[in-house]
């Protein structure tokens, strides 16, 4: 079936420093491509999402890629701070309407430590 | 606000007793979700719904029910057939909209349910 990778599955980086998480996915046919930050204690949350359109979308200090040919996409995250310490899921679908289509299938997650 | 709310953030049961998790949406929502989360892991779908008065089993169904009367309520009962029910759970929800065109999915803040 549909699979997501994602990694790595740890990552630790110093203040200022950027950040970068990458996932492949196997399902030549997705074309959605969300990333969601999960807090301790919470539910995850969209910060940024990238159709499979565009090669590349930028919000602040956050940006996403796509590379539809090798299938794999990845999170930049520059000049990070304490705040931005969580764990990080990319996810991919393909857009429809009916049955599993438009089900998200999530990476394992990122636990990302920024110290200071 | 519009949003999604789960109650009660932690619920604790006494093995063998069946337990009913909440999930409201307020946001005109057609597809909503249920994520089983264990510490460390990754999301894990349990049941799924595209429109009222139907739904589907994800990838971990066994010892779960749901129901989707309404729109805007999605309520996952945990049942004493679910032989390690101690989890984190998540409700979901997006627009189906047109196929073709794919949609955010937004989180809810998540049940914690404790058996012992």
């Known amino acids: 079936g549909e699979n997501v990778e994602q990694h790595p599955s740890t990552l630790s980086v110093q203040e200022g420093d950027s950040a970068v998480i990458k996932c492949t996915y196997s399902d030549s046919a997705s074309n959605y491509f969300p990333w969601y930050k999960q807090e301790l204690g919470k539910g995850p949350q969209l910060i940024i999402d990238i159709r499979s359109n565009v090669g590349e979308k930028k919000d602040q200090r956050i940006a996403v890629t796509l590379n539809k040919t090798a299938k794999h996409f990845s999170l930049h995250i520059t000049e990070t701070q304490p705040e931005d310490s969580a764990v990080y899921f990319c996810a991919a679908s393909r857009s429809g309407y009916g049955g599993s289509q438009g089900n998200l299938i999530f990476g394992k997650g990122t636990k990302l430590s920024v110290k200071p | 606000d519009g949003g999604i709310t789960q109650s009660p953030k932690y619920l604790f049961r006494k093995e063998g007793q069946n337990v009913t998790l909440s999930c409201e949406q307020n946001?005109?929502?057609?597809?909503m979700y249920w994520y089983r989360q264990d510490p460390g892991q990754g999301l894990r779908l349990i049941y799924y719904s595209q429109i009222v008065n139907d739904f589907q089993k994800g990838d971990i169904a066994e010892g779960y029910s749901v129901s989707r009367e309404k729109k805007e309520s999605f309520p996952l009962t945990v049942t004493s057939a679910q032989k390690n029910p101690t989890a984190f759970y998540l409700c979901?929800?997006?627009?189906?909209?047109?196929?073709?065109?794919?949609?955010?999915?937004?989180f809810g803040p998540g049940t914690r349910l404790t058996v012992t």
């Open positions: 979901a929800s997006r627009v189906s909209g047109l196929a073709g065109v794919p949609y955010e999915q937004y």
């Open positions: 946001l005109n929502h057609d597809a």
